[in-house]
């Protein structure tokens, strides 16, 4: 059984949860701001929540694209491409994370 | 097993709207069965419903040795379906080779480019489905479909919106894949053209289905002929 979509499709899912979390990462830091001053690091439970919103809004945009279907047909669950969507999420937040913490 | 595909007792209500009560129909290897009805009649519900892309209300699909009360699509193209919805398959921005390389990545399924000739898409390859007219998208969708080689596909209106020229491209590219052994089940109003094709067919009426049997003894069935056929359809 295939565990990732086959390219372009890949990369368009790694591209468009990149960009959404990117919009929706910057909206929480200016809206709340982060710990010890910090706006870019965001506290555990607000981290999960963004990543929920994140793997929600991409799932929305492939589906309004039709990429879901064309990736169901392809036997590619919709469970299975949001866990792609929340692992490229999760990492992207990781690394940020960590990034802030070095350079403070 | 006589019946390869299946979805029966299919409900569905939309808010006070009862679209589906107890409607069925079922693919056999090799056959074009085609559900036939009035616009507004649930052949979309249904069909989207037994392809998993919308949920029922009650009524069980069972594809080979998979049975659910709420199919998933992925899990039966992992059995062998494919679905052509009546918006066609084809994903905004990507394109038709960008979608014919990946079913051949994934499915390992070879001569494109005989599939890509037979349904006149040479000059269409590097076109978005924003860029492709009707005809175009459901050949494109259809090549995607050849190339699958799946058990049983599922298109919904194939024939609508499209060109006579390319109507016979796709009705020919349809007996292609059921004399393979495919399964398929289809659905329209484009009559003639879905008599000819078809095997068997299944009314859609009043919230259920009837099937009526091959399509001679379908124009033949006088309530079929006076509610939905009507006299151009009833020369066939």
Same mark, same amino acid.
């Given at each position: 059984?295939?565990?990732?979509?086959?390219?372009?499709?890949?990369?368009?899912?790694?591209?468009?949860?990149?960009?959404?979390?990117?919009?929706?990462?910057?909206?929480?830091?200016?809206?709340?701001?982060?710990?010890?001053?910090?706006?870019?690091?965001?506290?555990?439970?607000?981290?999960?929540?963004?990543?929920?919103?994140?793997?929600?809004?991409?799932?929305?945009?492939?589906?309004?694209?039709?990429?879901?279907?064309?990736?169901?047909?392809?036997?590619?669950?919709?469970?299975?491409?949001?866990?792609?969507?929340?692992?490229?999420?999760?990492?992207?937040?990781?690394?940020?994370?960590?990034?802030?913490?070095?350079?403070? | 097993?006589?019946?390869? #595909?299946?979805?029966?007792?299919?409900?569905?209500?939309?808010?006070?709207?009862?679209?589906?009560?107890?409607?069925?129909?079922?693919?056999?290897?090799?056959?074009?069965?085609?559900?036939?009805?009035?616009?507004?009649?649930?052949?979309?519900?249904?069909?989207?419903?037994?392809?998993?892309?919308?949920?029922?209300?009650?009524?069980?699909?069972? #594809?080979?040795?998979?049975?659910?009360?709420?199919?998933?699509?992925?899990?039966?193209?992992?059995?062998?379906? #494919?679905?052509?919805?009546?918006?066609?398959?084809?994903?905004?921005?990507?394109?038709?080779?960008?979608?014919?390389?990946?079913?051949?990545?994934?499915?390992?399924?070879?001569?494109?480019?005989?599939?890509?000739?037979?349904?006149?898409?040479?000059?269409?390859?590097?076109?978005?489905?924003?860029?492709?007219?009707?005809?175009?998208?459901?050949?494109?969708?259809?090549?995607?479909?050849?190339?699958?080689?799946?058990?049983?596909?599922?298109?919904?209106?194939?024939?609508?919106?499209?060109?006579?020229?390319?109507?016979?491209?796709?009705?020919?590219?349809?007996?292609?894949?059921?004399?393979?052994?495919?399964?398929?089940?289809?659905?329209?109003?484009?009559?003639?053209?879905?008599?000819?094709?078809?095997?068997?067919?299944?009314?859609?009426?009043?919230?259920?289905?009837?099937?009526?049997?091959?399509?001679?003894?379908?124009?033949?069935?006088?309530? #079929?002929?006076?509610?939905?056929?009507?006299?151009?359809?009833?020369?066939?």
């Amino acid at each position: 059984m295939r565990l990732f979509p086959p390219q372009p499709f890949l990369g368009d899912v790694v591209r468009t949860t990149l960009v959404i979390w990117v919009g929706f990462h910057f909206a929480f830091a200016v809206g709340g701001g982060g710990p010890e001053g910090s706006a870019l690091a965001l506290p555990p439970v607000v981290a999960g929540v963004l990543l929920a919103l994140v793997v929600g809004a991409s799932h929305l945009d492939r589906s309004a694209r039709g990429v879901t279907l064309f990736l169901a047909n392809l036997g590619l669950s919709t469970a299975k491409v949001s866990l792609l969507a929340l692992a490229v999420a999760g990492l992207a937040e990781m690394g940020l994370q960590i990034v802030v913490r070095l350079l403070k | 097993m006589k019946y390869l #595909f299946r979805a029966e007792g299919i409900g569905k209500r939309f808010g006070d709207r009862q679209v589906l009560t107890a409607a069925s129909f079922w693919g056999e290897a090799g056959k074009v069965v085609t559900l036939m009805g009035r616009n507004g009649s649930g052949k979309t519900t249904l069909m989207r419903i037994a392809a998993g892309t919308l949920r029922g209300d009650h009524g069980v699909v069972i #594809f080979g040795d998979y049975a659910s009360e709420r199919p998933s699509t992925a899990a039966m193209a992992r059995r062998g379906l #494919f679905f052509v919805p009546q918006d066609q398959s084809l994903a905004h921005g990507f394109t038709v080779g960008d979608h014919l390389r990946a079913v051949t990545a994934v499915f390992g399924s070879g001569c494109t480019p005989g599939v890509v000739e037979r349904l006149g898409l040479g000059g269409v390859l590097d076109r978005t489905r924003a860029e492709l007219s009707a005809g175009e998208r459901m050949r494109a969708s259809l090549a995607l479909a050849i190339l699958r080689r799946p058990k049983c596909l599922l298109i919904d209106e194939p024939l609508a919106r499209v060109a006579p020229k390319d109507q016979e491209v796709l009705a020919g590219a349809l007996r292609g894949l059921a004399d393979g052994g495919t399964a398929i089940v289809t659905s329209g109003h484009d009559v003639h053209q879905l008599l000819e094709l078809s095997d068997s067919i299944i009314w859609c009426v009043a919230g259920s289905t009837h099937h009526l049997g091959t399509p001679q003894e379908a124009a033949q069935h006088t309530q #079929f002929l006076r509610e939905y056929l009507g006299p151009r359809g009833s020369g066939w």
